[in-house]
Each structure stands twice: as structure tokens, then as C-alpha cells.
């Protein structure tokens, strides 16, 4: 394998597999009871009037409006990227979301829908979410979503070969992966619901990030659990800790499971408190999620009205 | 109240359907049947719910699947929400009463307050550290054994029932309770306390019906780890136990008891696992 | 734009605070003999309520109220029903949790997440444990039927004012005794409330009684003639003129007192959830904590790097007011404390350790101490061997593990320690090592009522919590 060229690699790696093992079991362990006390005691932050406002429009900011079914079609997503441009029709001031995220074939009808706006269009590649293709087929899969337009690709490494131990497979299939983006940024999904331990989660994080992922993501969404604080913790603490050795930033992308205004909040104060401030907007933090979005709109009606909204009063998608 | 011309007529009573209680809901018996359920003199009461192999079946699965959050609730937890059952019973001591006596019924909700004070204790008493002869710290702990079987005694039926019941669950088991056959209103109403108890829907399953029915059932069933027989019949006990050792279920047959006394330990310590663990002390 | 939190106060009203509290002797409130006080909120330096405390004559009644009531109703109850008041008063904790955190974070200067999360739910824990014990003391290793020592005198310290008072009522009342508490001076208000809980509880009159007042009234209790145990927690100093008081009067004690714990982190441990360790076993309570983690001892392989994460994390906790629900450092108890910790500093700096705080703004008014990091600290530094009782770190570094137990033994306090490494058999090497009274492996600062807690050495004797905790009001 090839390790870390274009990108900067820590000290302390050897140029090999084995010293890429060395490296990822030689990362402090992480305490599961303690990560988890952590990230309960980060919850119990309360935050209300203007830090609320200017949360939930952050919030908003940071949503990557996904649809991910067997049943999408192009007027679906057609649909969710009028929603990712203008999430709250009556209201002007309410910002963009980040992206819209589609399958491979339907980037092309998000780009044709998104002409014109800030929003990205993020393609989920790779074999999602199994991932249990050839490499031929998913690197395929990816080169027809950045021509069709995609500007941002979520893939899913090989749990299989992580959990077995074989770490280069897994990177080497990043670095593949990444080559095929070109300019468009890379996420990398962990699939932490599948990785058991926190340990894991780590580990997997800082190989994602050795490897040249811009963004390290929880989860597909389509596994239980997907994304949680104690594993928002342990991603936040990767990226921080990627920059004190390299100096470079990058992202956390949570997705699956978030559907409230009260969990978005505590996040943000979770990435505050833990990655710093520098990571809370769009370029360096994300929320893959669909139902979210109607929440913080109907919190931020709150705000604007002083009265609890309903569900009628925001679009469906 | 208003004055009104005619006869005063009486009110008419709205009663109660006496139903199962499995998974936390109120199901009648999948076979549809009832049994009459008579007054000492003789009355008919109500008809009470009459439960057939299969709903033995259904409640075995649904303690089996509260098995794994309760047994791993915090001992707290347990003792907060076995205390709560006390409290709930309290408010309803008169509905209790009509179908037994106030001391009874008073004698049950002590129990209970017993019990709950005992589940973040029991391994305090019973647990140990091992000065094993060697560079190792070990410890034993007991564990609940899983879902237990419980035929409730005839008599009392409600004391009888709940100090059967409760030692069951502060360890942390699930049950299937087959309840008194010849009185089992008592225990389909305690069901409606447990129900508003903040205990986990599947903890306790109690079913209505002929002892000699489903006992055999119950005491066979594979996934069932323990049974206790307190109250089978004598002349049932036999068969009971062969049935239940087919998968070397735990047997509680218990000598004479006075409901009235301190039960001790015999009843929570009949439903445990002991768990040694071994670990090497060394920088 | 960075995310400033915007303020999150509680509201002061829920702690539904008086003019005035009375003493609690023999199942009524009274004025006390001695002068009434103010109480302030630590945070302010305004006054919350005045307070009557006791004089001499109070306690004399307080103390045969209890004996009466030991001699009387008390003694007479089965454990069952003794249990049962005190499941009441539990409950009545549990009702009143806001209030009493509210009232506790006013009186004592507590972050409200604190005295919210820990302080209150504790309490209440506390008499809810002890509660089942009563009627199962048979069970609890201490022979058949164990029998009270009679009336308990209890004096309590300022730094966990309602939760210390139910880790000395609750295991007392459960075994058979009667009680007279005397609160801190400086936090009296959450002890009266309790006494008010007590008192609708319907307990037999004199079974509690609740004293405020000063050293005198401590002193008091201590001589009185007609107390039969005395169970102390606060500095070592007074401890020790206790143990001298009681000499020969045949009089049971149990005391808590001092520690200087150590906080061992070695090179293979879970460094990030080290850092909150650390960051939680001084910062807890501003650090007022007779267990508190003072001493960080850090294998020197990693202690550049873990030194560099913990002011990192430091430059995030929010020192602030107490009722903010945001803030993690609330306000020194009182004004002689902060004294105290000041002049301790100072001799810090003057002995040549490395000082340093994280950016932050003080309120002026009040008694306030920013989070305070000594480095280049040695074991002979006053820093390193007295008590602060304050929000200050010492850190000191080791090689070996033989090295770290020396250190971490070489205090004349014993009360408890930490170890953080991910190797499971060297913790219990450690720990088995560690003279001390607790030892928490990669966490700190716990506490459950389960746990027995106490002190080895200077640190005191007897143990309160679990079943151990009942031995100190039992006549074994």
C-alpha cells in the first residue's frame, strides 16, 4: 500500500501495514463509561433565547437533506432540494441546508434542481450502505456520481476488513476512493453501529483521516444504533486531536437517528466544547437527516412567535 | 343535586372483565374461554379469564424478551419501582380489602416494601470477596437465573401471591405467575397495580386458569429456568419436577409456610446464580 | 461566531427561601438560645435568611428529647416501621429536589448542575438505601439482632450540607438510634428544610433533632454527658480535639475527615476520559471535597501531553454564578475558606511551583477562585502535603509504579486515590497498595450509598455507606 502522500501524516506511522496497526492500537483506549459520563454531563448544558437562535439557524445550516430509499424517485428529490433552498417558504431569513443527499442516479436531477444555490449535492457511493462490492464497482459507483455532478461523496469503508484487522485494505480503499473524487470533498462513513466499541470508533476514525477523508461520518443510517453522543465524543476528539498533530481540519458528519432540535442543540455544544468552536459551521460539521430540519424550523417559529408550532405549519419535505 | 320527579332508580354498576396480563398488556385467553369465579357462598363473582398452553407460550416470551433491561436495570432502579408497587397498592388497600381482610392486605404492602429494600442489599449479604491463595482478586456475585415459573399459592391469594411474586423480581428475574385457581380476582386487579407501577411491561405475566392445565406446560417449557411449586397441588409435585428437569430448571418447593413470618433469604437466594470472577493483580 | 451560551438561570424563588429558620428539638421548631445569625449566599455576600442558633440549654433539651424518644416509641418500633419513615422522608427528598437544590446552591455557592444532579439525588438515595436496611439488620454481618448505640450527636460540614446530613441520619435512624445534628454554621438552611420534611413525615418527636450553630454548640454536643456516640465529618484538627473530648468516657465516634488524594494516571490510560477525572476530582464542588483528587501524579512519559489536554479542557469549565445551569465552578463557601485557599496559593508560588488558570471573569462580588494548576510541584511544597480545600491542582510526576505508591502514601491523610490505565491487573496491584480509605480506577468522585466511605490514617475511622456504614451505629 501507499500511505498518506498527499496529505499529512503524523509522526510516529511507519510506511506499512504493520505500522499502520502499530499506530491505531497504540491510540489511548477509551473508557466507555467514562465517554458516555462525558457526553451525558455535555447534555445537561442548557441553552436558551439568543443562543438557541443562533444554534437552531446553525443547525439548519449544517443539515445534509437526505432521502436515501429504494422508493425515491426524480420528483422526490426534486421536492427535497426545493425544501434544502428555501427550508421555510414564509421566512426568508431562514438559511439554506448544506446539501441534499441522493443516490448516485438521481444526482443529476439535484443538480438540475440546485442550480443557482449554496446547496451541495452529496452522493452516497461505495455499494451503499454494505458496501459489499468490488472495488472496481464501487470506485464505478463513485466516478458516476462525480460526473453526474456530485460535489460531495459519502462512502462507506469495509467493516468486514476492519473488524478483521485489516486495516490497509480499509485505507487503501479510502486513498482509491478519494483519487476518484477530484474536487469533490470525501466523507467517509464508519458505520459505528457496526464497529461495537469505542475503541473501534476510534480507531476507524483516525484511519479515515490517515487516509484522506475530509469528513469522518458516523453511520448510513441504515443500521441501529447509528449516530450517539458517546460516539460523537470519540469522532469530535479524533478531529481535534488530528489537528494538533497535523494542523489540518476536518469534519464530523453524525447521521441517522437525529431528529430533534434538543439532540442537534446538544451536539453543537458537544463540538464546541470538545472539537472547539472553529468546527461549528458547515464546512467542518454536518447532520445527515431528514426529519430534523421540520423540527428546527418548528423551534425556530417557536422562537420567532413565542408559541409551540405544529406539524402543519412546516412542508413535509 | 336536583330534585327529580319519578322513582329513584339505582345506579347500575359497571364491572370489571377479568382478563390476562402478558407483555405489559390486557389480553383475554387466545382460546376465548372463561370459568366461573364463585363467593365463598357460593355467588357467582365474575368470570375470569381461563388461559390455555399457548398463552403460557406468549408470556414466556414476553418475560424472556424483559428479561435482558431488567435483570440489568441498577438494583436502584428495581427497588424504586418494587417500593412504587407498594405505594400504588396503598391507594387501592379498600379494593383490596373486599377481597380479602385489611390485614392481609396491609401484611402485603409491607412485604413489598420488604422486598424492595432488599434488591440493592441481597448482594451485599450473599455476594464475597475469595482470599483465593494466590496473585488474584476474586469476587461471587449472585445474578438472576432467568425467567422464572411461579404457581402462586391457593391461599392467601393476595399476601400468598406477592410474597411468591416479589423475591422473584428484586433479583431481577422475570416471571410467569400462574395465578390462584380458585381465587383469581385478587391477583388480576394487583396485575392493574403492577401495570401503573413504572414496572417494565413483560417483568411479570400472570395468567388465570386451571393450575392442572398449565403447570405441566409451564414446568416443561425449555425456556423457562426455573419454576417454583409452592402452589401445585402435593400429588402434582412429582410430575412437576420430572417435567421440570428436562432442562434442569431450579426447584423451589417450599416446606410449611407462615406468610405472616420475616421470610428471609430462601426465596430470592432460590432464584440466583452465583458468578465468580477471577482477575491477576500485577503492575 | 462563537456559541455563547446565553444565561440559564434557575430561579431563585423555587427554594421557596424564608426571613427566618428556628431549630428543631423534640418535634418543634423554636428559636434558639443563642443569637440569631445571617446566612449569605457565598455567591453575593447578600443575606438569604436569618437564622436562630442554638445555645447551651438547646442542646441539653435536644439530647433528652432524643433519649426519651430512644427510650420510648422509637425503641419500641419494629424495623419495618422505623423503615418506613424513612422511605417517607426519602420520597419527600425526591418531591422537593428542586427546592432543596435551589436552597443548597444559595446556601452553600454550589453550580445548581451539582446540588441538581448529585447533592439531592444522593440524599435522597441515602434514605432510601438505609430505609431497607431496618428491618434486615439481622442480615448485615452484625449478628442476629444487632442493638443501637442510643442517641447519636452528629456534626456535619458545609461543603455537601444536605447530603452529609443524610449519610448521618439515615443509617442512624435505621439501626435504632435518635439523633442530634448540628449543621455548618455557614450552611444551615438544608438541614432546617430537612427538619421540616422530618417533621410532616410524622417522625416521634425527638427522634431527629437539628441544632444550627456554631463551634460551641459543636462542642456541646460532643461534652454532653448523656450522648452515646459521636459521628463527626470536617478538618482533622477538630477531629483529633473530639477523639482528646471523648477520652475516657466510653463514648463510640466515627470520624471523617481530611485527605490529600492522589490521582494516579499512567501511560496507557484512557487519556481523554483521564482528563474529566482529573477535571472532576478537583473541580467538583470548587474543590471543597475531603476526597478530592488535590494531588495529580503522572507517569512523566506522558505528562507534557496530558498536562496540554487538561488546560485545554480546563480553558472550557464556565466559573460562575451558582443558579446559571451552565455553570461547572460555582462559588467559595465562605470568605475564610477563600482566605485560606489565597494564603495557600501564595505559599504555592512562593515555594517556586508553576502557577496557572484558565482565562476568566470573576464576578466582583462574592467569593470566587478561578481553577488553579500548579506544575513543577515536589512532594516537600506545602502545596503538596496540606489540605487547600479549594479548586487547586498540584502536579506532581512518577516513572515507576512503585515510585507513584510512594508519593501517593506519602501524606499523613488517607481518604482516597484514583488510578487511570486501561490494564486491569495493575489497578488492583495499585490499589491494593494505596493506604487509603476509597480508590477509584478510572473514574472519581463517586459516591453511592451502597459504598461504604472513609478514611485510613489522619483521614479518621469508621465508615459510613453500605452495609459497613450500619456498623458505626451499632453496638458491635
Redesign the interface.
Known amino acids: 500500500m501507499t500511505l498518506i502522500s498527499d496529505r499529512s501524516a503524523p509522526d510516529g506511522i511507519g510506511q506499512d501495514a504493520a505500522g499502520l496497526r502499530r499506530f491505531l492500537h497504540g491510540l489511548p483506549g477509551v473508557d466507555q463509561v467514562g465517554a458516555e459520563g462525558r457526553a451525558a454531563s455535555l447534555a445537561t448544558r442548557s441553552i436558551k433565547t439568543t443562543a438557541k437562535a443562533w444554534a437552531i439557524d446553525t443547525a439548519i445550516g449544517m443539515v445534509d437533506l437526505t432521502t436515501l430509499e429504494g422508493a425515491d424517485t426524480p420528483g422526490k428529490v426534486r421536492s427535497l432540494c426545493a425544501k434544502a433552498a428555501r427550508p421555510d417558504p414564509s421566512d426568508p431569513t431562514a438559511p439554506s441546508a448544506a446539501a441534499v443527499c441522493v443516490y448516485p442516479d438521481l444526482v443529476e436531477t439535484a443538480v438540475t434542481a440546485l442550480t443557482g444555490t449554496s446547496v451541495q449535492i452529496a452522493s452516497v457511493a461505495t455499494a451503499f450502505p454494505s458496501g459489499r462490492a468490488s472495488l472496481a464497482t464501487k470506485l464505478h459507483d463513485v466516478r458516476d456520481a462525480v460526473a453526474a455532478g456530485a460535489t460531495e461523496i459519502d462512502m462507506v469503508i469495509d467493516r468486514g476488513a476492519f473488524l478483521t484487522g485489516r486495516y490497509s485494505a480499509v485505507f487503501d480503499e479510502i486513498v482509491a476512493v478519494k483519487a476518484e473524487c477530484g474536487g469533490a470533498h470525501l466523507k467517509v462513513i464508519l458505520e459505528t453501529g457496526e464497529l461495537a466499541t469505542l475503541d473501534n470508533v476510534r480507531r476507524a476514525s483516525w484511519l479515515a483521516l490517515l487516509a484522506g477523508g475530509d469528513f469522518i461520518k458516523t453511520s448510513t443510517g441504515k443500521i441501529s444504533p447509528a449516530a450517539t453522543p458517546p460516539v460523537a465524543l470519540v469522532m469530535l476528539e479524533a478531529v481535534r486531536d488530528f489537528r494538533e498533530r497535523t494542523g489540518d481540519l476536518r469534519g464530523v458528519k453524525l447521521a441517522g437517528g437525529i431528529r430533534t432540535t434538543k439532540e442537534a442543540v446538544r451536539y453543537l455544544v458537544m463540538v464546541n466544547e470538545v472539537a472547539g468552536d472553529d468546527w461549528l459551521k458547515p464546512a467542518l460539521f454536518r447532520f445527515g437527516a431528514s426529519s430534523l430540519l421540520n423540527d428546527l424550523l418548528q423551534q425556530r417559529h417557536k422562537l420567532a412567535t413565542g408559541n409551540y408550532d405544529g406539524p402543519d405549519y412546516v412542508s413535509l419535505d | 343535586m336536583s330534585k327529580s320527579a319519578g322513582a329513584k332508580v339505582a345506579r347500575i354498576d359497571v364491572r370489571k372483565t377479568y382478563k390476562l396480563y402478558v407483555g405489559g398488556a390486557f389480553p383475554r385467553s387466545e382460546s376465548g374461554r372463561a370459568y366461573p369465579v364463585h363467593a365463598p357462598d357460593g355467588t357467582l363473582i365474575a368470570h375470569a379469564a381461563q388461559a390455555s398452553r399457548k398463552d403460557v407460550r406468549d408470556a414466556v416470551v414476553a418475560a424472556r424478551s424483559a428479561f435482558g433491561k431488567w435483570s440489568s436495570a441498577t ?2 432502579n428495581r ?2 419501582i418494587l ?1 412504587r408497587i407498594a405505594e400504588m397498592l396503598e391507594g387501592r388497600r379498600e379494593q383490596f380489602a373486599s377481597y380479602t381482610d385489611e390485614a392481609d392486605v396491609d401484611a402485603t404492602i ?1 412485604r413489598l ?2 422486598y ?6 441481597y448482594a ?2 450473599v455476594g464475597s470477596t475469595n482470599p483465593v491463595a494466590g496473585p488474584y ?1 476474586t469476587f461471587s456475585l449472585p445474578e438472576p437465573t432467568g425467567v422464572v415459573g411461579v404457581i402462586a399459592p391457593q391461599e392467601p391469594s393476595l399476601l400468598g401471591l406477592v410474597s411468591v411474586l416479589a423475591p422473584v423480581i428484586t433479583t431481577g428475574n422475570t416471571a410467569v405467575v400462574l395465578a390462584a385457581q380458585d381465587h383469581p380476582l385478587p391477583a388480576v386487579s394487583f396485575a392493574e397495580v403492577l401495570a401503573t407501577s413504572d414496572l417494565p411491561g413483560g417483568v411479570v405475566n400472570l395468567l388465570t386458569g386451571f393450575t392442572d392445565e398449565l403447570a405441566p406446560w409451564l414446568a416443561a417449557h425449555r425456556d423457562v429456568n426455573a419454576i417454583d411449586l409452592t402452589g401445585a397441588s402435593t400429588s402434582a409435585r412429582t410430575t412437576l419436577q420430572i417435567a421440570a428437569a428436562d432442562n434442569v430448571k431450579r426447584v423451589l418447593i417450599p416446606r410449611s409456610v407462615d406468610w405472616s413470618a ?1 421470610p428471609g ?1 430462601t426465596r430470592l437466594s432460590a432464584f440466583v446464580e452465583t458468578k465468580t470472577v477471577w ?5 | 461566531m462563537p456559541f455563547d451560551y446565553a444565561p440559564a438561570p434557575e430561579s431563585r424563588d423555587l427554594a421557596r427561601l424564608k426571613p427566618s429558620y428556628q431549630i428543631f428539638i423534640d418535634g418543634k421548631f423554636r428559636d434558639g438560645a443563642g443569637e440569631a445569625i445571617k446566612t449569605i449566599n457565598p455567591a453575593d455576600e447578600e443575606p438569604l435568611a436569618e437564622v436562630a442558633e442554638a445555645g447551651p440549654s438547646d442542646v441539653d433539651d435536644a439530647v433528652r428529647a432524643a433519649r426519651r424518644a430512644f427510650d420510648g416509641p422509637w425503641s419500641a418500633m419494629s424495623g419495618a416501621e422505623r423503615g418506613k419513615y424513612l422511605f417517607r422522608i426519602a420520597r419527600a427528598i425526591q418531591e422537593r429536589g428542586r427546592e432543596l437544590a435551589v436552597l443548597e446552591s444559595l446556601d452553600n455557592g454550589k453550580p445548581i448542575r451539582e446540588s441538581r444532579d448529585v447533592d439531592i439525588p444522593t440524599a435522597a438515595a441515602h434514605f432510601f438505601y438505609y430505609a431497607g436496611w431496618a428491618d434486615k439488620l439481622g442480615h448485615a454481618g452484625f449478628g442476629p439482632s444487632p442493638k443501637p448505640l442510643g442517641v447519636a450527636g452528629q456534626i456535619i460540614p458545609w461543603n455537601f450540607p444536605l447530603l452529609m446530613a443524610a449519610w448521618k441520619i439515615a443509617p442512624a435512624l435505621a439501626c435504632g438510634n435518635t439523633v442530634v445534628l448540628k449543621p455548618a454554621e455557614t450552611t444551615p438552611l438544608s438541614a432546617l428544610v430537612l427538619a421540616e420534611i422530618i417533621a410532616e413525615a410524622d417522625l416521634p418527636p425527638g427522634v431527629v433533632n437539628i441544632l444550627a450553630g456554631g463551634p460551641a454548640i459543636g462542642q456541646a454536643i460532643v461534652e454532653h454527658d448523656d450522648v452515646d456516640k459521636i459521628a463527626f465529618t470536617g478538618s482533622t484538627d477538630v477531629g483529633k480535639t473530639i477523639a482528646r473530648t471523648i477520652a475516657g468516657t466510653g463514648k463510640r465516634v466515627t470520624l471523617e475527615l481530611g485527605g490529600k488524594a492522589a490521582n494516579i494516571v499512567f501511560d496507557d490510560a484512557p487519556i481523554d476520559q483521564a482528563v474529566e477525572g482529573i477535571v472532576n476530582g478537583i473541580f467538583f464542588n470548587q474543590g471543597q471535597v475531603c476526597c478530592a483528587g488535590s494531588r495529580l501524579l503522572v507517569q512523566e512519559s506522558i505528562a507534557d501531553e496530558l498536562i496540554e489536554s487538561l488546560k485545554r479542557r480546563l480553558s472550557t469549565l464556565r466559573v460562575g454564578h451558582p443558579l446559571d445551569k451552565n455553570t461547572d465552578v460555582g462559588a467559595i463557601n465562605s470568605a475564610a475558606q477563600l482566605a485560606r485557599i489565597r494564603e495557600l496559593t501564595d505559599v504555592g508560588e512562593a515555594e517556586g511551583a508553576t502557577r496557572w488558570s484558565p482565562p476568566c471573569d470573576l464576578p466582583e462580588r462574592g467569593y470566587w477562585f478561578a481553577p488553579t494548576v500548579f506544575t513543577d510541584v515536589s512532594q516537600a511544597h506545602r502545596i503538596a502535603q496540606d489540605e487547600i480545600f479549594g479548586p487547586i491542582l498540584s502536579v506532581l510526576t512518577f516513572r515507576t509504579p512503585d515510585e507513584a505508591v510512594a508519593k501517593a502514601n506519602n501524606t499523613p491523610y488517607g481518604l482516597s486515590a484514583g488510578i487511570w490505565t486501561d490494564k486491569g491487573s495493575r489497578i488492583l496491584s495499585i490499589a491494593n497498595r494505596l493506604r487509603a480509605g476509597v480508590v477509584w480506577a478510572n473514574t472519581f468522585n463517586r459516591f453511592d450509598p451502597t459504598a461504604p466511605f472513609g478514611g485510613y490514617k489522619e483521614s479518621g475511622f469508621g465508615r459510613e455507606g453500605g452495609r459497613h456504614g450500619l456498623g458505626s451505629y451499632l453496638d458491635v
Not at chain 2, 116 to 121: F, L, N, Q, R, S
Not at chain 2, 279 to 283: A, T
Open positions: 438494583a436502584y427497588g424504586q417500593y409491607d416494601v420488604h424492595a429494600g432488599w434488591a440493592d442489599k451485599q449479604v482478586f420475616d433469604l482477575h491477576p493483580i500485577g503492575v
